[in-house]
């Protein structure tokens, strides 16, 4: 197992900021790309965001370029998704996950942390 | 912007049973897909990469094959544990972005 964790979800209201963590464990975390992933309540998976092993490279879904930021600290084993400007389309659970293959999203997921974004 | 479709968006089958699943691409995507299993509750579990090749742990009853537009994830005979959604995923060659298809859920007939 790869354990990834996160945390920092909740209940905000929109307009408001959240900041999401997840913590890796049990492989070399600074070796890989990590990504964000989230999915509404009863539906499909949309992928958010990835960032490169350094940090130097980031890219986004369309729907959240310049309200989000995909931030990783590999000291501290941590990937981290800051979010502004909340909106009710944002209420997702979101799942970090180690991309580790090319072609797919990530090999191995999280567990993930509800976001709910309502007045 | 490339646009991934499955079918069916429900299958009902008995355990024991052959599950086909299909994924058609807007356009072409070489080999770049791949499959995920999602339970209720539970995160995405990646199945096929590469469009053809197992993740680690994966039993050899999960094959997939295609290329280019049409693609299919194959279960040879359902066991209890394999009713769930599946999607589909597409990965743009650069920059990198994900688009995934709407899913597809496999029950219990």
């Known amino acids: 197992e790869v354990p990834l964790v996160e945390s920092g979800g909740g209940l905000v209201q929109p307009g408001e900021s959240l900041r999401l963590s997840c913590a890796a464990s049990g492989f070399t975390f600074s070796d890989y790309w990590m990504t964000w992933v989230r999915q509404p309540p009863g539906k499909g998976l949309e992928w958010v965001a990835i960032?490169?092993?350094?940090?130097?490279?980031?890219f986004y879904v369309d729907s959240v370029k310049g309200r989000f930021t995909i931030l990783r600290d590999n000291a501290r084993n941590s990937l981290y998704l800051q979010m502004n400007s909340l909106r009710a389309e944002d209420t997702a659970v979101y799942y970090c996950?180690?991309?580790?293959?090319?072609?797919?999203?990530?090999?191995?997921w999280g567990r993930g942390t509800l976001v709910t974004v309502s007045s | 912007e490339i646009v991934l479709t499955q079918s069916p968006a429900t299958l009902s089958l008995s355990p024991g049973e052959r599950a086909t699943l299909s994924c058609r691409a807007s356009q072409s995507v070489s080999s770049d897909l791949a499959w995920y299993q999602q339970k209720p509750g539970q995160a995405p579990r990646l199945l096929i990469y590469d469009a053809s090749n197992r993740a680690t742990g994966i039993p050899a009853r999960f094959s997939a094959s295609g290329s280019g537009t049409d693609f299919t994830l194959t279960i040879s005979g359902l066991e209890p544990e394999d009713f769930a959604v599946y999607y589909c995923q597409h990965r743009n060659d650069w920059p990198p972005i994900f688009t995934f298809g709407p899913g597809t859920k496999v029950d219990i007939k």
């Open positions: 996950a180690r991309h580790g293959y090319r072609t797919s999203v990530g090999d191995y």
């Open positions: 960032i490169k092993q350094d940090g130097s490279e980031k």
